[in-house]
């Protein structure tokens, strides 16, 4: 029973980064009806960014903050520069256009930071807290506590915000937003500019674990693709709910399955996507897709 | 004094189809003015060119003040509430969201009694506050579309065919309250309508589109009379 509820809670916290990269992917997804495939590269961008300014003597929750926003900044820029120019492009060319901006980020990393994988800092201690006889770290705890929060604040402003409600507005139904004012395309600069930062969130929270260098959220990316088809590839909710039983059920396989180990983890979460896809392919919240012919 | 809004020589199309021939029409400040015609005569995309959904050549003037290269969001924003062709409700919301939506750039202390008067006409919309947008009916949608324009506090209101689908009665009652809105906001009202004869009672004046240009316009009272309009449009 102990180790079961560490397990539950070191899987709520890799599920807790999951979720945040999955949110970031469905962000996107409502903006502009496709998946970045950047998104985990911005995000490990980012996390370069945050380790920059740590670097050069900024304090962890200094850097943190200022991180998000460079990022906000930054995925605003990538939309009105790269993605506007071919928003009524056929889908396979957004594809590769976010492919690019996928190759473009690594390699940008790489050059300027190199690929020697660097030790990443993190403000919560490895030390153990003893909750209901179970040890959880307070490393856990911290990625739980931060992705909470980040997501819940995510929540207000989308559901309960002007600004929130012409996000949703522009990116289900552009024609008729126009026709109520909202300014369509600024809307979606600012989908990106938020998925852009939700994703380095993410970053910020894998790195202590993984180690940071230009491939790190190459892994991550596959546990949120995960996690948004599970949820519906358009609910937010279901893109946070599925980032946590991801996360959890990763971990139980690593734990428990002998034949998963730490090896296979990996391919549980495509196990997972093929398995949704095959049995229910609008996920746990998304609406069954009706066309009208 | 210049109507509220006039649309001059306007040619527009779709791709390489042009469907507007040389339009001109105008609406006065605060009439209820009818734009007919038959299924392609161009009475939609007339509206769609006013709030810039095509492009256009021309001119169109609103309040005096040329619409000439402006977007959609920037028309809307000069007062023009737009209500289009199938109602453009967003049905992934629910209705509060959709009414939201219609008031969200205002920021006067009026919006509470708009909301109340809006209430007052559609109590309907009301008791659906919380609901799914999707699951009301299409008198419904078509009341909670009239009722989102209002609370934008347009000064002209564009209505595409809002009788579309609806059962008589609901019509009645949906016109009755266009007249109403009219009459005690001052709002002007640009109607396109396939039932001419409901349009011809409820405006002041009349345009008839023929194949992308005004074939006849005039008094409402005198189009009733008129020969060929009769027996085109209404029918004996």
Request: glycine content about 10%; cysteine-free.
């Amino acid at each position: 029973m102990q180790e079961f509820l560490q397990q539950v809670v070191s899987g709520l916290a890799s599920g807790g980064i999951f979720a945040s990269l999955a949110l970031a992917l469905v962000l996107i997804y409502n903006a502009m009806g496709l998946v970045n495939f950047a998104q985990g590269e911005m995000a490990m961008f980012a996390t370069f960014i945050a380790f920059v300014l740590i670097a050069h003597g900024m304090s962890y929750w200094i850097a943190f903050p200022v991180t998000l926003v460079l990022a906000f900044a930054g995925g605003i820029a990538v939309q009105r520069i790269v993605i506007r120019p071919v928003e009524h492009a056929p889908v396979l060319t957004l594809v590769i256009v976010t492919l690019g901006l996928a190759t473009l980020f690594n390699g940008a990393a790489g050059f300027l930071f190199g690929y020697v994988p660097r030790s990443f800092p993190s403000p919560f201690s490895v030390q153990t807290v003893n909750i209901l006889g179970a040890y959880a770290s307070y490393q856990d705890l911290g990625v739980i506590a931060v992705s909470g929060v980040v997501l819940f604040a995510i929540y207000l402003l989308l559901q309960h915000t002007t600004i929130g409600l012409t996000m949703r507005a522009a990116a289900h139904h552009p024609e008729a937003s126009r026709l109520l004012g909202v300014h369509v395309s600024w809307m979606l600069a600012l989908g990106w500019g938020l998925a852009s930062a939700v994703g380095a969130v993410s970053g910020i929270m894998a790195a202590p674990a993984l180690l940071l260098q230009p491939d790190m959220m190459q892994t991550v990316i596959i546990y949120a693709f995960a996690a948004a088809v599970l949820g519906g590839i358009e609910s937010p909710l279901g893109a946070v709910v599925g980032g946590l039983i991801v996360g959890v059920t990763v971990n139980f396989a690593g734990a428990y399955l002998p034949f998963v180990g730490g090896d296979l983890q990996l391919a549980v979460a495509l196990a997972i996507i093929v398995a949704v896809l095959v049995v229910k392919p609008n996920g746990l919240f998304g609406r069954p897709a009706v066309r009208r012919v | 004094m210049p109507a509220l809004l006039e649309v001059e020589d306007v040619r527009a199309g779709y791709g390489g189809t042009s469907v507007l021939h040389g339009v001109s029409l105008s609406v006065p400040e605060g009439a209820i003015v009818s734009l007919l015609g038959a299924n392609g005569a161009g009475k939609t995309t007339t509206l769609r060119a006013i709030t810039a959904g095509v492009r256009w050549t021309g001119d169109i003037r609103f309040q005096g003040r040329s619409l000439r290269r402006m977007s959609t969001e920037d028309v809307v924003r000069l007062g023009v509430a737009h209500v289009p062709e199938g109602r453009g409700i967003l049905t992934e919301l629910t209705v509060d969201e959709n009414l939201r939506l219609g008031a969200h750039l205002r920021h006067d202390a009026d919006v509470r009694k708009d909301y109340d008067e809006v209430f007052a006409y559609f109590p309907v919309l009301r008791e659906r506050r919380g609901l799914s947008a999707s699951t009301l009916s299409g008198g419904e949608q078509q009341m909670l579309a009239i009722a989102r324009a209002l609370l934008m506090r347009p000064r002209l209101m564009l209505l595409d065919e809002p009788s579309l689908g609806l059962a008589p009665m609901v019509v009645r009652s949906i016109f009755e309250i266009i007249r109403t809105i009219n009459q005690a906001r001052g709002v002007a009202v640009l109607l396109v309508e396939q039932n001419a004869t409901l349009a011809l009672e409820m405006s002041s004046a009349a345009f008839v589109l023929e194949v992308g240009r005004v074939a006849v316009h005039g008094d409402s009272s005198e189009l009733k009379g008129n020969e060929s309009v009769r027996r085109s449009y209404l029918g004996y």
